[in-house]
């Protein structure tokens, strides 16, 4: 059974850089087919797809998060890695990371709350 735990800082300030990481334990993030995103959802709104990193390495960012996302993972700590530049209180979320293969392995999401 796969599973997936975020971790990062809980508040950051306007114009820092977010800094997210999500520990796979269960299963190689290198397994064949399996893909490895983040995604958020804003108080009072949806889910917010941000990126994807596959088995691979292959990496895709959403088109309006593209300009301020990088995606990265740690093989040899089956970890996936999420940054955030230049972050403002609208990117005040809870952060997910999952996987998807035939079905979605869900992280259980870390609050983020951006504010001075």
Do not use: H
Not at 6 to 16: I, R, T, V
Not at 63 to 80: M, V
Not at 94 to 115: D, I, K, N, P
Request: net charge positive; proline share 5%; glycine share 8%.
């Amino acid at each position: 059974q796969v599973q997936l735990q975020e971790s990062g800082p809980g508040l950051a300030k306007p114009s820092q850089t977010l800094s997210l990481t999500c520990t796979v334990s269960g299963g190689s993030i290198t397994t064949s087919n399996y893909a490895w995103s983040w995604i958020r959802q804003p108080p009072g709104k949806g889910l917010e797809w941000m990126g994807v990193i596959t088995f691979d390495g292959r990496i895709s960012y959403s088109p309006s998060l593209k300009s301020r996302t990088s995606i990265s993972r740690d093989t040899s700590k089956n970890q996936f890695s999420l940054q955030l530049r230049s972050v403002t209180p609208e990117d005040t979320a809870v952060y997910y990371c999952y996987a998807l293969v035939w079905r979605v392995y869900w992280g259980q999401g870390t609050q983020v709350t951006v504010s001075s």
